[in-house]
């Protein structure tokens, strides 16, 4: 099953990287890349590990600084600005109410100690939500919004399978509704089948609730179901883009070609 069809895309992007370049110990982790993320869009950065998809979608996010380049962004109060502007109050503020971050291992984006109710009421508590019965009873839809018994919501992530962990994970970035989410091989620490449905949930909610993402991933049949256009990184820059069918389909560079030759031969 294919990505959705592509959405009616704003003149407006809701995101635009120009030339976004991150060292790590004089090395090139990402290296003057630029593209456009339009809302209701899903960006899949694609190639092996060590092609830099990690590092750009850090800096992209401001999980890390860039050391050259410029990411602006759609806010709802001020328009269009460089985030490179803002001070970091400000963005981590941003980063809290209109996006998500959804990390490969699921512990490290959630508070395992505490329940996972909590762990959902945290990101609604960020946005103003202070009514103790309805942060609970907006975390038990969300739980079985992501197929987890809301009668575990009194119970932390400790006691959750990985599958579990990484719905749970997911439920607390998208409960506020976010415009932007990044997700950094949110399957690639899953059994197939557990992958199988995180997939199809992930696709869903995407379409659902409109949201633009931008996924990493070294997984192309990920890219296939999830995204509208994809970018292929080799050594920290990007080879080849377009729209995800035609990349997987029509491959131009001999990089790509590999790729894509080495899944079907899987």
């Known amino acids: 099953m294919n990505a959705q069809p592509h959405p009616q ?8 990287v ?3 370049t991150r060292t790590w110990d004089g090395v090139h982790g990402c290296r003057d890349v630029s593209f456009d993320l339009f809302p209701g869009e899903v960006l899949c950065v694609v190639g092996e590990s060590g092609s830099g998809k990690s590092t750009l979608l850090s800096a992209v996010s401001y999980q890390t600084q860039p050391d050259a380049g410029s990411v602006w962004y759609d806010t709802r109060d001020q328009g269009f ?3 490179a ?7 981590r503020l941003l980063s809290r109410t209109d996006w998500g971050f959804v990390r490969q291992n699921a512990r490290d984006g959630l508070r395992m100690q505490v329940s996972a109710g909590a762990n959902i009421a945290e990101r609604l508590m960020a946005v103003g ?9 907006v975390a038990g839809n969300w739980l079985q919004k992501m197929e987890i018994d809301a009668g575990r ?19 607390r970035n998208l ?9 950094d091989e949110p399957t690639a620490s899953l059994d197939v089948s557990v992958q199988a449905r995180l997939l199809d949930l992930l696709r869903q909610l995407v379409t659902d609730l409109g949201l633009a993402a931008i996924v990493v991933t070294h997984d192309l049949a990920v890219a296939r179901l999830l995204a509208h256009r994809t970018l292929v990184m080799r050594g920290g820059v990007v080879v080849e883009s377009g729209l995800t ?11 790509t070609q590999l790729l894509v030759s080495s899944i079907l031969q899987s």
Do not use: E, K
Not at 129 to 137: E, S
Not at 153 to 171: H, K, N
């Open 9 to 16: 895309l704003n003149p407006q992007p809701l995101l635009s």
């Open 18 to 20: 120009r030339d976004m």
């Open 81 to 83: 600005i460089d985030l």
């Open 85 to 91: 502007a803002l001070p970091g109050a400000r963005l």
């Open 129 to 137: 939500d202070r009514h103790y019965g309805d942060l609970r009873a």
């Open 153 to 171: 919501l009194d119970d932390t992530p400790v006691s959750f399978s990985g599958g579990m962990q990484q719905r749970l994970q997911i439920a």
């Open 175 to 183: 409960v506020t509704h976010p415009r932007l989410v990044f997700m």
């Open 245 to 255: 069918d035609q990349i997987l389909d029509d491959p131009q560079h001999p990089y």
